[in-house]
């Protein structure tokens, strides 16, 4: 588990909203299942652990992350998983935080070195952004808003498609973005939660699935 500062992914998400793309599911097809977790039961790799910035557990058949202290990131990696290269990665969210300004994410391609990407979603403010993590900081690619998320409270379907350096990111089935970034190649996979107030941010992922692509 570990943590990273807001300040420059806030200032993207504020600085570079363009909408959301509104074509329609394209690239490559996902393929045979090579990893899934639907925490029915330890839900093995995923931590469980509570300390003072943050607690997680399985309930309910969902992973839930709370994320206690203000304007930080958590991020956690599933250590027993790949590396993968290219893959989808999907899996359900629910944003269950009383206030605003939250968001939680899909980490991939998590390297030894403690690298990886980060494509996550703010259902209160219907935004959505692409960064990598790097030498413990944040470094921004994109960030759009997309009329396809669903608010606080509800489910939101989240998607990676990573083909080398090509990346497409779906909400609920719909492209919202696409980026490129040659930068990580392989890696793990993992996620995140962030709270950018004083109240903690509550958020719950379901259904984990990493596929091949055809």
Do not use: K
């Not at 990665?89 to 980490?107: C, F, M, P």
């Not at 209160?124 to 606080?152: E, M, N």
């Not at 609920?172 to 990580?184: A, C, F, G, M, V």
Request: with cysteine; hydrophobic share 35%; charged share 20%.
């Amino acid at each position: 588990m570990r943590r990273a500062g807001l300040v420059i992914l806030c200032a993207v998400v504020g600085s570079c909203l363009s909408g959301c793309f509104d074509t329609g599911p394209s690239g490559p097809i996902c393929g045979a299942i090579v990893y899934e977790e639907s925490f029915g039961g330890a839900g093995s790799g995923w931590p469980q652990t509570s300390d003072a910035d943050s607690e997680t557990s399985i309930e309910d058949g969902r992973y839930r992350l709370e994320v206690l202290d203000a304007s930080s990131y958590v991020y956690l990696q599933n250590e027993e998983q790949g590396p993968y290269t290219d893959f989808c990665y999907t899996a359900r969210v629910w944003d269950r935080s009383d206030g605003r300004a939250q968001s939680a994410g899909l980490a991939f391609r998590w390297s030894e070195d403690g690298r990886f990407y980060l494509f996550s979603v703010s259902p209160d403010t219907g935004t959505v952004a692409f960064a990598i993590f790097t030498g413990g900081r944040a470094r921004p690619i994109h960030a759009t808003s997309c009329d396809a998320l669903r608010g606080v409270g509800e489910e939101n379907f989240v998607q990676v498609i990573a083909e080398g350096g090509h990346f497409l990111f779906y909400v609920n089935d719909e492209l919202s973005l696409e980026e490129y970034d040659n930068t990580l190649s392989a890696g793990g996979v993992g996620v995140s939660g962030a709270s950018w107030e004083t109240i903690p941010t509550v958020l719950e992922f379901d259904d984990l699935t990493v596929r091949r692509l055809e």
